[in-house]
C-alpha cells in the first residue's frame, strides 16, 4: 500500500520506547506521518521499518540527544523546515533519577532539568513559530501528577510543564494551536525498570496500561484540554493533591536502592 497522501505530520521525541513508542504507534494509526527522535539510531530505524509497514505511513528518523545543544539544535531545525510542516509535536523524552537531590551529582540534576524543561521549551518555540503561521497544530508535553506534589526536582520540572502548557493553551487556542500537558500516573513501560525503581513500591490498581494513557491524551489535546489526566482514579488523587498540605505530598524520605544512578530516555 503507499503512503496516505496529504496526511498531518507528527515528531515525537523518545520515541522508541515507552510513551514515546506508543504515541508512534497511535499517530500511524490515525494516518500520520512520523519523525521519530530517539538516541538510538539502530532502535529508531527498526521502529519506523515496523510503522511504516504496518501503517502505510512514511517515519523520518532523527537520531539526537536532547540533552545535548547539538541534539536539539538538530530536531528544533527539522521544526522550522516550513517546506516540510509539522503539526503535532509530543515532548516525551525524559529521565527519571533513582535517588533524592542531594544525592545525584549536579551533572545528573543539569541533564535532568535539560530534557524536562529547557528541551520542550526550545522545541515547543521553534514548533508554535510554522503552526501560529498556518493557524493549526498541536502539542502535547508528557508531564507526570508528580507535578501536584512535592517530590523533588522531578516534581518542579514536570509543575513547570503543566505550567507552561496552560498558559501556552490559553495563549494559543485562538489562533488554531492546542497544547496539552499529560500528567499520567504509574504506567508499564521501561520507564521505572530502567531507572532501577521498585516497581513494587506502588500497588497494583496504580499501574497503567500505555494505550489507555496515550489515547486518552490524543482525545483530550483534540478537543482543546490544557492538562489531560488519565482515568478517574488520577484525576481523584490529583485533586486531593492540590489541596493537600505541601508537607503531607512530600512522601517519607526515599531509601537508595543498589542500582546506577544514571537516568535513561524515556517518558514523563
Not at 497511535?26 to 519506523?48: F, N, S, W, Y
Not at 530536531?75 to 542531594?102: M, Q
Request: net charge positive.
Amino acid at each position: 500500500m503507499t503512503a496516505i497522501a496529504n496526511a498531518l505530520t507528527a515528531l515525537v521525541t523518545g520515541a522508541t520506547a515507552g510513551l514515546g513508542a506508543e504515541f508512534a504507534r497511535q499517530l500511524a494509526e490515525q494516518g500520520h506521518h512520523l519523525i521519530l527522535v530517539a538516541r538510538d539510531d539502530g532502535r529508531l530505524r527498526a521502529a519506523a521499518e515496523v510503522l511504516e509497514r504496518d501503517y502505510s505511513i512514511t517515519a523520518e528518523v532523527l537520531p539526537a540527544d536532547l540533552a545535548d545543544d547539538s541534539g536539539v539544535a538538530a530536531v528544533v531545525e527539522r521544526l522550522l523546515d516550513a517546506s516540510r510542516p509539522v503539526d503535532v509535536l509530543v515532548n516525551n523524552a525524559g529521565i527519571g533519577l533513582l535517588h533524592s537531590f542531594e544525592k545525584n551529582s549536579a551533572d545528573d540534576e543539569k541533564r535532568h532539568l535539560r530534557l524536562h524543561v529547557q528541551t520542550p521549551m526550545e522545541l515547543c518555540h521553534a514548533a508554535l513559530q510554522g503552526m501560529l503561521e498556518r493557524g493549526s497544530g498541536r502539542i502535547i508535553n508528557v508531564a507526570s501528577v508528580a507535578a501536584f506534589a512535592n517530590r523533588g526536582s522531578y516534581s518542579a520540572a514536570k509543575a513547570w510543564q503543566v505550567s507552561f502548557s496552560r498558559w501556552a493553551n490559553l495563549a494559543y487556542a485562538a489562533r488554531g494551536v492546542k497544547v496539552t500537558a499529560l500528567c499520567p500516573g504509574f504506567v508499564h513501560t521501561e520507564f521505572h525498570d530502567r531507572m532501577g525503581m521498585d516497581k513494587s513500591v506502588a500497588p497494583r490498581w496504580m499501574w497503567l496500561k500505555a494505550d489507555r494513557v496515550v489515547s486518552e491524551a490524543l482525545v483530550d489535546n483534540a478537543n482543546g484540554k490544557a492538562i489531560s489526566i488519565p482515568t478517574k482514579r488520577y484525576k481523584v488523587l490529583t485533586a486531593i493533591a492540590r489541596v493537600l498540605p505541601a508537607r503531607l505530598t512530600a512522601g517519607p524520605p526515599r531509601r537508595p536502592l543498589p542500582a546506577s544512578r544514571d537516568g535513561a530516555s524515556a517518558n514523563g
